[in-house]
């Protein structure tokens, strides 16, 4: 039972739009929520975490957004560049389970010129 | 730094053979885990540690051992490969110190059981 969902496998954006990824969850005791990226034959690279406390955190050209009662997050990239075209996935950690994190099974982000 | 490096990058074996899979962390983290990774499923936990000589179990544990002799690294050994342990493999490691549940992965390594 995935416990972080991605439903959307690929997404595809042009270049200066906005790029939005979502992440759904199921489990209540989800309090920490980061993304992560990753290139082809990389590690993934942290990019940007939300607590539980906030429903937004922004650096930059990322901002993470959290509908706690929804059970969703979600990552907007604005302005979309080339160099975004990645892996992204959704993770959290749960505060019954607090070493470990929970990935979901990622969105490959292709940002067309 | 080297940050978290993993060794090898690549490995071929058969069905049955067994290797071990070295990461090395140089941040001083106290934690270290070692994911799977396959094409739909995301990183899957197999074994983590929360300092030298501890080692637990993670969601995927089934068919691995893992050990943790020194703090920099963490060893994550298959004994009888199966080709259902074909995956790309990563470690990560994060510190105790702060609010920030941030881990820090290595590059991977490929490993395919024929």
């Known amino acids: 039972d995935q416990q972080v969902k991605q439903n959307s496998p690929s997404l595809s954006v042009q270049e200066g739009r906005i790029s939005i990824l979502n992440c759904d969850y199921t489990?209540?005791?989800?309090?920490?929520f980061l993304w992560y990226k990753k290139y082809p034959a990389e590690g993934p690279t942290f990019l940007i975490s939300?607590?539980?406390?906030?429903d937004k955190n922004e650096d930059g050209r990322f901002t993470v957004f959290l509908n706690k009662s929804a059970k969703h997050l979600s990552l907007h990239i604005v302005p979309s560049q080339p160099g975004d075209s990645a892996v992204y996935f959704c993770a959290a950690r749960s505060s019954g389970s607090a070493r470990q994190l929970t990935f979901g099974s990622g969105t490959q982000l292709t940002v067309l010129p | 730094n080297a940050g978290v490096t993993q060794t090898p990058k690549f490995r071929v074996l058969k069905t049955g053979q067994s290797m071990t899979l070295l990461c090395a962390q140089d941040m001083n983290h106290e934690y270290m885990y070692w994911y799977r990774q396959d094409p739909g499923m995301g990183l899957r936990l197999i074994h983590y540690s929360v300092g030298e000589g501890t080692t637990a179990k993670g969601e995927v544990p089934d068919g691995y051992n893992v050990s943790r002799l020194k703090k920099q690294n963490f060893l994550l050994g298959l004994e009888s490969a199966a080709p259902s342990q074909t995956s790309v493999y990563f470690c990560a490691s994060r510190t105790l110190r702060g609010h920030s549940y941030e881990q820090y992965f290595g590059p991977g390594t490929r490993l395919t059981v024929t």
């Open positions: 489990n209540s005791m989800f309090d920490y």
């Open positions: 939300i607590s539980s406390i906030k």
